[in-house]
Each structure stands twice: as structure tokens, then as C-alpha cells.
């Protein structure tokens, strides 16, 4: 069985010690144990599995059928983009072979290569995540955040810790940080971003992904962002800030990364434990059989990688201490982030408050995802109900680091707003040779739900779904930056029934979206409806001064991952070359499947169509708008008529 076969694959690549004073996965073990993990030893232990061509061969061939024949952008990642939304051309198969072709000093570099080669797609649903260099979250105890102050925009303190070496004794809370690690902080940041981050076209966002800020996830918290929580190995073991803060001199500080384990206790103890437990591939989860549009693949089960790895980053008390990844046992009592509304209902991924004392009664509501629970439909229901008795005339939408969930939820959430107009996004999808094979033997069986099966997709010219496999092999030739390719006719995934709600009061006036850019995948298909078609006036905060910032990211198509696809050809028993194949590692590989429009009407996938991203309105952080998103709501509830 293949399973075995890898292991024996994954022996080979060991490093094999004698004694484990030797072996830098057994200091790595011995370090979480004593909860003193050094970055000399995560960067040993990762080094120390020697490349391997076998290994490197398979993952660059699964790769190369999984983008060929799926990720629906790789035409359109090579066309320039204007500023401001600055992302680099991206040749994905082009760089692919570059790395397959490059001397690799270990399996670390090898697989670390790929991982920033599908972080430049910023593309928030597209990744390479190497689960075996991803064991450990490195941490500076101090974040930072770039308010404008006084009309300037400087790198600031967010939250220090003081209890770590190298930070100050005194609050440096909000003073500048000028340079960091000897450069302008600014640069550091953004170049650090542009690298890494992977979630928006839009480097403002990229930046807002970066920083520090106050977010919602069942309580209110802080998250520290990217720079100060990652998982890539830094090449330094600290970082030098100059830092400046009001009536003192200049501080030149140096601070060390802090290591938190992300292995469970025990997980391994040596690198031959560890590449057999967190590195070498674990069989693939089964699947379920039905899930939101009665497609095996799309359970909603998946997030979208950049949404996991936010979630991955954790989340601290404002001005407290950290709580690691998000795991319930923050349970000390949060300070009063919101002390300007009153909150009259709640739903698992959603608050519901009416703003104090503003001209018009205003409604806020808070909505973190699209994941709706068992009855998140009814809750939302109830939480506008709530809305509405309580006297709301406006209502303030915000998706403040909203990573998307169900499309489903997202169309009813259209739906409720503006029952009488279509809830869908249309799209398309591959449709090369590849996948018309694949389409033909879906449509000849039984309906079980394929991805591949044209029954399960309403044709958007009729509003019927399709009967047969011509969605696929009827396809439309689409140019993408100067390539010529084919995609699936247009197409939109089956919705509802959903629970009956009365009509609300409210109409598109009478609503505004904020967001920090952070609305990523199915928030998109709430905020750029209600913005493109309903005309609702849009509003973003945070990223650069003075500059057009988009108010949502990554709209893409849905996310599914290469085990996913693996799974959807194997049920079809369809043999053809190409075939999408397991990766050979516990890496983790996924690529939005479809690309949605911003209308019938137009042939520019929504993440590729630029026009349409910035928000109407970029308001800037302070110092206090930064930790209290409800002074941010009553600047907006000041603009309704
Ligand atoms: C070897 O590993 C074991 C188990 O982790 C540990 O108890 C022991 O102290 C280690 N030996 C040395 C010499 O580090
Ligand atoms: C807002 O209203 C709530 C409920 O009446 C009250 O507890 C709170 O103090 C008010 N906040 C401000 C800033 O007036
Ligand atoms: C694939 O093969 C399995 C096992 O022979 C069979 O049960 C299944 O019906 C086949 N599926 C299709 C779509 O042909």
C-alpha cells in the first residue's frame, strides 16, 4: 500500500543519530518540553532533512497537474497590474520548473521555495503549506500597527509585553518605531508583507494583514499580525527596533523571537520521529458525502488559507498577555473595547448592536464569517429581527477580518438584504482537454454529487441546471494575458431553500459596509454585492494613507485542496495523464476551483477586475480608533442622511 511505501521514502531522508544529544529534532522536543524552544533548534531540526529528488520530483508533478488543469488564474497571475494594487506577474509553471532545476541546499529550502512561490499569487485561497516547517509559531513580543497621527503615518507600538528579554520596562505603547533591523520600519514591513502574506492584490491590505489590530472571534481581541507571529524562520534570532516615544531619547532595542510550539506534547522525539509524524503523508480523511451545493467536494469544511493562517496566528487581550492559538481557555475578562453601543443579539459568527445616542438610530452588525452553525440561517434572522425592534433606521455592516465560509450562507445573506435581485455570483471553471474527460464520465453515471458532474451547476443562461456534460465540453474561450484558454460556460451553484423571513425596512441607502480590507472569499460575495449591483456605500480603514484601498480580498471561486481533487478524479475511476496525485509529504496544496464575476456581463474574473476594489471611503487609525472599532461605527453612522 502506498502508505507503507512512504515511510520507507521518509527513512531515507532521515538524518539517523546515534545519540540524541546529536539529533536537533530531539533538542527540539527537549525544548518544548522545558517551553524554552530557540530558534538555533527549530532551524536545525528543519535543515536537517537532506533534499531529496524522489520526494521533489513527485510534489513538483503533483503541483504541475493540480495548476494546469484547476487553478482557474494561471493565465491571469501573468498580466501586470497597475498601481495602486500592486502584485508581481506571476509564470507559476515557469517558476515551478526554476525550481525544479535548482540545486536545493535541503528539503527545507525545497519546499519553503514553493510555499513563497504561491504566497506571490496574493491570492488568499491559493497555498503551499509545508505542515512538516510549520510546527512552530515564532513570536516577537511586541506588535506593531500604523496609525495616522496628527496626519502622519507612522509605525507604531501596538502592545509590547515587558515580561520578554529586550523589551523596555517602561510602556512603549504608541511610540514610533522608525527602523527595524536597520532599515525604515515601513520598508521592513511591506517588504516583509509582499513576501509572505499572499492574501490581496492590494498591498494596503497585505499590510493590514501584517499589522496588529482589534478583531472579533467570540469575544473581542487583538490579533498581533504577520510580522510578529510567523512561521517561516527568520534568518536573525532577534529583531533591532529604534523605537522613539514622546519626550525620551531614541531606544535601540534588540529582541529575541519567541518559539511556541504547534505539536502536540509527545509528538515526536527525534527527526526520525519527527519527519515519520509531522512530515510524511497521512492518508487522506475521508470524505463526506454531502455537503452545501450537494457537491462531494465542497463541504465548506475547507478554509481558505489565508483565514487559517490568521486563526493560526492566535489572538492576545488588548493590552494583555498572549492566549496562543485560539483554543477557549481565554477566559479572563476582556477590557471594554466597545463601550459606545449596546449589543441586543448574537450568533455564533455574528454581534448585533445598536450605536449610543447617534442622529439617526444606527444598527452595527459584527460579521466574522460566513460559517453558518447548525442554526446560524435563523439566528441571523433573528439578530435583524432584534435589529429592528429595537428602532434601527441604518445599519452598519462589518466584515473586519471576515475570511468567507459557506457560499450558500453568502446568497442568503444577499437574499435577505435584497430579496427581489439574484443572490448568485456566476462563474466558470477550467475546462481544458483534462477536465472535459473527466466531465464526460460524470454526466454518463448516476448523480453522486461530482465537481465534474454539469447536473449539479444551474446554467445561467436558463436558471436550470444543466442536463448533461456540455457546461464542460461546450466550453468558451477566454484571452488572459495574451494566452488563450478554456473555461466551463457560466455557471452558478444551486442555492436554498432557506428559512422564511419577513421583509426588512431597510434599503441600500439606508446601509454601509467597513471593513479593514480583510474580507476575503465569501464576505466578498456579501460586500462587493451589496456595493456593485445595490450600490451600498462602502468604507475601509487601516493600510496606507492617501492611497485607494480595497475593502475585501481574494474573492477567487471556492477553495478546495489537492487531496480533495485526488478524490473527485478517483470516484470518477477516470485514468488519463495528468491526473492530480496525493503529494508525497503532509504538505497541503489549495487552489480556489472556479472564478466568479462581478457580473454576467463581464469576462474579468471579480479577482483580476481592479475597478472594482476600492471602498468609496478610506478612513485612517488612531490610536483609539485602532482598539475600538465602535468609535469607527459612529464616524460612519455621522455620514447617513
Ligand atoms: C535523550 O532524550 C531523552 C528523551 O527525550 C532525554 O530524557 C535525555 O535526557 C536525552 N539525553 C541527552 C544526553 O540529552
Ligand atoms: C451606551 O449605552 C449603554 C446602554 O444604555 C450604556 O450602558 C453605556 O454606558 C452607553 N455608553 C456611552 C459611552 O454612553
Ligand atoms: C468506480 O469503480 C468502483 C469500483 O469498481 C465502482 O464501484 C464505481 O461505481 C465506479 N465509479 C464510476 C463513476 O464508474
Redesign the pocket.
Known amino acids: 500500500m502506498k502508505f507503507t511505501a512512504l515511510l520507507s521514502l521518509a527513512a531515507a531522508v532521515c538524518v539517523v543519530s546515534a545519540a540524541n544529544t546529536t539529533d536537533p529534532c530531539a533538542a527540539l522536543a527537549n525544548e518544548a518540553t522545558a517551553k524554552a524552544i530557540t530558534l538555533d533548534t527549530t532551524r536545525a531540526c528543519y535543515n536537517s532533512f537532506k533534499f531529496d529528488k524522489e520526494i521533489a520530483a513527485k510534489t513538483i508533478e503533483s503541483l504541475e497537474n493540480l495548476w494546469t488543469n484547476f487553478y482557474p488564474f494561471i493565465d491571469s497571475a501573468q498580466q501586470h497590474s497597475g498601481s495602486p494594487f500592486v502584485t508581481p506577474k506571476v509564470n507559476l509553471l515557469a517558476e515551478l520548473k526554476k525550481i525544479k532545476e535548482h540545486k536545493w541546499k535541503n528539503d527545507y529550502e525545497f519546499h519553503n521555495a514553493l510555499h513563497l512561490l504561491v504566497a506571490s499569487l496574493n491570492d488568499g485561497h491559493a497555498s503551499y503549506s509545508p505542515g512538516c516547517y510549520q510546527s512552530v509559531l515564532i513570536r516577537q513580543p511586541i506588535s506593531l500597527y500604523a496609525p495616522v497621527i496628527d496626519g502622519r503615518q507612522d509605525v507604531r507600538v501596538f502592545s509590547a509585553s515587558s515580561s520578554f528579554p529586550g523589551v523596555p520596562a517602561n510602556d512603549i505603547t504608541d511610540c514610533v518605531v522608525s527602523h527595524i533591523d536597520g532599515k525604515p520600519a515601513f520598508q521592513t514591513i511591506q517588504e516583509f508583507a509582499d513576501l509572505t502574506s499572499g492574501i490581496s492584490k492590494d498591498p494596503s491590505v497585505r499590510l493590514a494583514d501584517t499589522l496588529a489590530a482589534t478583531l472579533w472571534q467570540g469575544d473581542w481581541f487583538a490579533t498581533v499580525g504577520g510580522f510578529s507571529a510567523r512561521t517561516d524562520v527568520p534568518k536573525k534570532n532577534s529583531m533591532k527596533y529604534t523605537i522613539q516615544c514622546p519626550k525620551q531619547k531614541v531606544q535601540k532595542i534588540d529582541v529575541p523571537y519567541y518559539s511556541q510550539p504547534r505539536f502536540n506534547a509527545g509528538a515526536f522525539t527525534d527527526s526520525k520521529s519527527y519527519w515519520k509524524n509531522l512530515c510524511s503523508a497521512s492518508p487522506p480523511a475521508s470524505k463526506k458525502t454531502n455537503g452545501d451545493h450537494k457537491l462531494r467536494g465542497i463541504n465548506g469544511d475547507k478554509l481558505a488559507p489565508a483565514t487559517e493562517t490568521l486563526l493560526a496566528r492566535g489572538v492576545e487581550k488588548i493590552g494583555g498577555s498572549s492566549h496562543g492559538p485560539k483554543d477557549g481557555t481565554g477566559s479572563a475578562p476582556a477590557p471594554a473595547i466597545i463601550?459606545?453601543?449596546?449589543q441586543v443579539s448574537s450568533t455564533a459568527n455574528a454581534l448585533f448592536y445598536?450605536?449610543?445616542?447617534t442622529k439617526t438610530k444606527t444598527g452595527v452588525i459584527v460579521l466574522n464569517s460566513e460559517e453558518p452553525s447548525q442554526t446560524g440561517y435563523q439566528d441571523f434572522i433573528n439578530g435583524l429581527t432584534a435589529l429592528q425592534k429595537a428602532g434601527a433606521k441604518k445599519i452598519i455592516l462589518d466584515v473586519t477580518f471576515n475570511g468567507g465560509g459557506s457560499v450558500d450562507y453568502a446568497y442568503f445573506l444577499n437574499s435577505l438584504f435584497f430579496p427581489t435581485a439574484e443572490p448568485y455570483f456566476v462563474m466558470d471553471i477550467r475546462s481544458n482537454k483534462y477536465v472535459q474527460g473527466a466531465a464526460k464520465i460524470a454526466s454518463a453515471h448516476a448523480n453522486f454529487g461530482s465537481l465534474f458532474d454539469a447536473r449539479n451547476y444551474e446554467n445561467e443562461k436558463t436558471h436550470k441546471p444543466f442536463t448533461d456534460s456540455s457546461m464542460f465540453t461546450k466550453p468558451v474561450t477566454m484571452t488572459r494575458a495574451g494566452r488563450k484558454d478554456t473555461y466551463s460556460q457560466k455557471n452558478y451553484f444551486p442555492y436554498g431553500p432557506w428559512p422564511k423571513a419577513s421583509a426588512f425596512p431597510w434599503k441600500a441607502s439606508d446601509l454601509s459596509i467597513v471593513s479593514n480590507g480583510w474580507c476575503g472569499s465569501a464576505c466578498t460575495m456579501v460586500v462587493s454585492r451589496f456595493n456593485i449591483v445595490h450600490k451600498v456605500k462602502t468604507y475601509v480603514i487601516g493600510g496606507y494613507h492617501k492611497r485607494p484601498m480595497s475593502y475585501f480580498s481574494f474573492p477567487g471561486g471556492f477553495v478546495m485542496d489537492n487531496t480533495d481533487l485526488v478524490s473527485e478524479i478517483q470516484a470518477l475511476n477516470y485514468t488519463a495523464k495528468g491526473a492530480p496525485s496525493n503529494l508525497p509529504t503532509s504538505a497541503d496544496a489549495r487552489i480556489p476551483v472556479g472564478e466568479i464575476y462581478a457580473s454576467v456581463k463581464t469576462n474579468t474574473p471579480l479577482e483580476y477586475d481592479p475597478k472594482f476594489f476600492p471602498a468609496q471611503v478610506h478612513l485612517d487609525f488612531d490610536a483609539q480608533t485602532a482598539r475600538h472599532p465602535d468609535l469607527v461605527w459612529l464616524k460612519i453612522a455621522a455620514d447617513f442622511k
Not at 445598536?354 to 445616542?357: A, V
Open positions: 463601550s459606545h453601543a449596546t445598536i450605536l449610543n445616542n
